[in-house]
């Protein structure tokens, strides 16, 4: 089973989508620097009530419906991997400061695993 925490927001939770953070893309967010944290979760806040983030890129190599919003820090490069293909949920896959140009092997297997790990939950 694949660890998740569901986090509310206390204002109009009947009409956000509720945000299930797998893994460690919580914590590891909350490494981030406070206004890359603040950035990220009004990014989180436009996908619960249907907006786009400011700044994404589909990252359909992970999986359907895999977003990837991209947030930029005093010349330093954060991401936060998300799901948004569920009706009734969102799915924050990974979180982490990019170190090149390109996403790093490694990121992209952690958010791949816990995408299939989701999915198969949702099946069951």
């Not at 509720?18 to 981030?32: A, K």
């Not at 009530?49 to 947030?71: C, H, S, T």
């Not at 896959?93 to 990019?98: A, G, I």
Request: net charge positive.
């Amino acid at each position: 089973m694949t660890k998740c925490i569901k986090l509310y927001t206390l204002e109009a939770m009947d009409k956000e989508k509720p945000i299930y953070w797998v893994g460690t893309s919580y914590n590891d967010l909350l490494e981030f620097p406070a206004t890359t944290r603040q950035d990220a979760g009004y990014q989180l806040h436009r996908v619960q009530n249907g907006l786009d983030p400011e700044n994404w890129k589909p990252f359909q190599n992970i999986g359907a419906g895999v977003r990837e919003i991209r947030i930029s820090d005093d010349g330093n490069a954060f991401r936060v991997m998300y799901v948004v293909k569920f009706a009734d949920k969102i799915y924050v896959l990974h979180s982490f400061q990019k170190k090149t140009q390109k996403t790093s092997p490694k990121d992209i297997n952690i958010a791949k695993t816990r995408y299939n790990a989701i999915v198969r939950e949702e099946k069951s």
